[in-house]
C-alpha cells in the first residue's frame, strides 16, 4: 500500500477508457477523475499535491504548469508540448521527457516519488522560476515595452 494518491484533472476523448481501466484494475481509492475544475478548485487540488504530470503531446504555453509551479510543485512534460519547453528547465525545477518517452516519464516520475528531498529542492526551484510570470513582473515587463515603443 502507498501514500500516493493521483488526480486526473481535465476531460478528453479517452475518458471513458480511462474510468474502465480504472475500475478494471480496482483503483477506485486510489485516483479521482475530476473533469474540468474551475481554477478555485484547481488550486485547492495544487496545494495538495507532490508532483505535477502533464501527459499532454501538445500544449502551447502551458499555463498550468505556471500555476503548479507556484505551489511548489515539480513538473514533468513531453518536450513535443513546446509550452513545457519554455517553463520546465531539466533537472532544476522539473523534468522534460523527449520523444514521447513513457519509460522515461515514468523514470522520472519514481525518482520523484522515491526521492522527498529531490522533490522538495526541484519543488523550491519550481516556485521562485514561476514568480518570472507573476502579474508584478509581466505588468512591468509590459510597460517597459511600451516605454521603448513610445
Request: net charge negative.
Amino acid at each position: 500500500d502507498s501514500d500516493w494518491y493521483l488526480d486526473i484533472v481535465g476531460n478528453g476523448s479517452e475518458r471513458n477508457k480511462v474510468a474502465d481501466r480504472i475500475y478494471t484494475y480496482g483503483l477506485n481509492k486510489d485516483i479521482t477523475m475530476h473533469g474540468y475544475l474551475k481554477k478555485k478548485e484547481l488550486n485547492e487540488l495544487l496545494s495538495e499535491s507532490s508532483i505535477y504530470l502533464m501527459t499532454s503531446y501538445t500544449e502551447s504555453f502551458g499555463i498550468v504548469l505556471i500555476e503548479a509551479q507556484s505551489h511548489g510543485i515539480p513538473c514533468i512534460a513531453f518536450t513535443s508540448a513546446e509550452g513545457a519547453n519554455d517553463l520546465i528547465i531539466n533537472d532544476y525545477n522539473g523534468y522534460l521527457i523527449e520523444d514521447r518517452n513513457y519509460s522515461k516519464m515514468i523514470e522520472k516520475l519514481e525518482l520523484l516519488i522515491n526521492n522527498k528531498e529531490k522533490r522538495k529542492e526541484l519543488g523550491k526551484n519550481a516556485r521562485e522560476f514561476s514568480l518570472k510570470y507573476s502579474s508584478d513582473n509581466i505588468k512591468k515587463e509590459w510597460l517597459d515595452l511600451l516605454r521603448r515603443r513610445g
